[in-house]
């Protein structure tokens, strides 16, 4: 498997992001106020990670700054595009702030295998909804089509 450098694949979840908000890389540079030039290195990973950056750019596209920088973290730029509505990864960091600030010095007496255990079955549970959610969606367009077939059609 082919290694990929953190800039390729900031680049690669930048334009995924922008792309999935049919947004033009002028269109963003202008929302985070920044010429065109400039924009287009930060897209093209022509700089080192810039956090600020990543922050400006989440907000001028309303997408997840959190999930940008783990996309690249664990090597899925999809990520990015995937929470982008959904602000999955910021929701974690807020979670993990709250738990941060309730825990503080308590957060070293837990054991590894506690967390490891907790975490997978918060993301169990994440994709067990969203099996359920699939179905109900299927239910119910399957339920429209019914109700349409079944229904008189318009004119004589």
């Given at each position: ?9 900031l680049s690669q979840a930048l334009k995924l992001v922008r792309r999935h ?128 077939s079944v229904r008189p059609k318009p004119g004589r």
């Amino acid at each position: 498997m082919e290694t990929r450098r953190d800039n390729d694949l900031l680049s690669q979840a930048l334009k995924l992001v922008r792309r999935h908000r049919g947004m033009t890389a002028a269109d963003v540079a202008s929302a985070m106020r920044m010429a065109l030039r400039t924009y287009e290195r930060f897209e093209a990973g022509g700089s080192r990670l810039n956090i600020d950056y990543v922050h400006r750019f989440a907000n001028a596209t309303d997408s997840d700054p959190y999930a940008i920088i783990l996309a690249v973290a664990i090597g899925s730029p999809e990520l990015a595009r995937r929470c982008a509505d959904n602000k999955l990864v910021t929701t974690l960091v807020i979670g993990a702030r709250r738990f941060d600030q309730a825990m503080g010095d308590r957060i070293h007496q837990l054991e590894a295998r506690s967390v490891i255990l907790s975490v997978c079955a918060m993301f169990d549970e994440l994709a067990t909804h969203s099996d359920e959610q699939q179905q109900a969606d299927q239910w119910l367009k399957r339920g429209v089509s019914d109700l349409s077939s079944v229904r008189p059609k318009p004119g004589r």
